[in-house]
């Protein structure tokens, strides 16, 4: 206990010794005790545009996974430092894309539909990347007249992408992409999940010709735990409980829910709630727990019974943050994450088209 109120000691004092200098961004599914020391707490779409709006901080000390601090890298000016306190903290369905993956699939795909745009001048194919991939292939995107979307604007970001293209690539989360699809009117025959290494493997030619969506099979190892039994089994034991969820949930666990959307669609809902409202929630353990803190007068559990943290978001820890703050105290920038300039060219692209597609 002494060792971590020291931790905590040392964040403040060198926060305070940095001052508007320093701004810390902490994810919803971070730790309670890393998120009492964040300047702004947000969902990823947020926190990509919340390094924007500190242009003065020198440093933006990112409480997150490596996803997250390379946008923030690659919207921040060029003289402001990005720094994740833990190297090790990735996103494992991040890593279900990879760059040669993509481009050998993209390629293949070329074959199949071509290069030309139809009567409307709509192209045969626009790559959608959501937030939780690697820069690369959100330059992937930049270079191929594609686009970024998170989980609060995949639905604008797809029409966006239709209104452009015959077709979407969407990648890594097959479920973000299936149910905001679903949502959207577009029938489960017309989403044929792609293989990463050759696009036709198991898909005839009908198939490729009726798809609108093409799924890649990238899943969140959180998420993907959810189930309707467990829905059920809330239903039955709080009648009039509300469910809500993330979607990178299966597609039948969303169906099941009674509001699906990005963390900070969840924190809203709950927000929306009355006092002795049951809310069951399908999303990481650590922002359900802080909610049931929060909101103490109503009942807020996780749908899922055995502790469901990210384990990645995880590895954020006190120490950590201590380690690095206390290195720019020093004049000495530790855990810095540099995007390559020419990645971040084309990365940045996507992301503003992103940005000016939102309402
Ligand atoms: P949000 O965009 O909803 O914050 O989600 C990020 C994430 O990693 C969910 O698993
Ligand atoms: Fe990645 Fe899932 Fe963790 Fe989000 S919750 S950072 S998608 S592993």
């Not at 200098?21 to 998120?35: A, K, P």
């Amino acid at each position: 206990r002494m060792d971590e109120e020291d931790l905590h000691a040392r964040i403040r004092a060198a926060k305070e010794s940095l001052g508007d200098r320093l701004v810390i961004l902490g994810h919803f599914y971070q730790r309670d005790e890393v998120v009492r020391h964040a300047d702004f707490v947000g969902d990823s779409f947020q926190l990509a545009n919340a390094a924007l709006t500190r242009p003065d901080a020198e440093h933006i000390v990112f409480c997150g996974v490596h996803f997250m601090a390379e946008t923030a890298d690659i919207l921040a000016r060029p003289d402001q430092h990005v720094i994740l306190p833990n190297l090790a903290a990735g996103c494992s369905m991040a890593d279900m894309a990879d760059e040669d993956s993509v481009e050998s699939a993209w390629e293949q795909l070329t074959e199949i539909y071509g290069t030309e745009p139809d009567a409307s001048g709509r192209q045969p194919v626009i790559p959608v990347t959501y937030m939780n991939s690697s820069a690369a292939l959100k330059a992937f995107c930049g270079r191929h007249g594609g686009i970024v979307c998170t989980s609060s604007n995949a639905s604008t970001v797809l029409e966006w992408a239709f209104e452009r293209g015959q077709r979407v690539l969407f990648f890594p989360d097959q479920h973000l992409g299936r149910n905001t699809a679903k949502a959207m009117g577009i029938e489960l025959d017309a989403m044929p999940m792609v293989n990463p290494r050759k696009p036709l493997l198991g898909q005839t030619e009908q198939v490729l010709r009726d798809a609108e969506v093409l799924l890649w099979p990238g899943f969140c190892s959180v998420h993907k735990r959810f189930t309707v039994a467990q829905i059920e089994a809330a239903r039955a034991q709080h009648p009039g409980v509300k469910v809500v969820v993330h979607p990178e949930c299966p597609m039948p666990v969303v169906d099941a829910a009674d509001a699906a959307g990005s963390t900070d669609f969840i924190r809203k809902f709950v927000a929306a709630s009355e006092p002795g409202d049951v809310i069951a929630i399908g999303t990481e353990i650590n922002m359900v727990n802080r909610l049931a803190a929060e909101y103490p007068d109503r009942t807020i559990f996780c749908l899922d019974p055995v502790v469901c943290p990210c384990s990645t978001m995880y590895r954020i820890h006190p120490g950590y943050l201590a380690w690095v703050l206390d290195g720019i105290v020093e004049g000495e920038v530790r855990n810095e994450i540099v995007v390559d300039a020419e990645v971040a060219t084309h990365a940045k692209v996507a992301l503003e088209r992103m940005l000016a597609a939102l309402p």
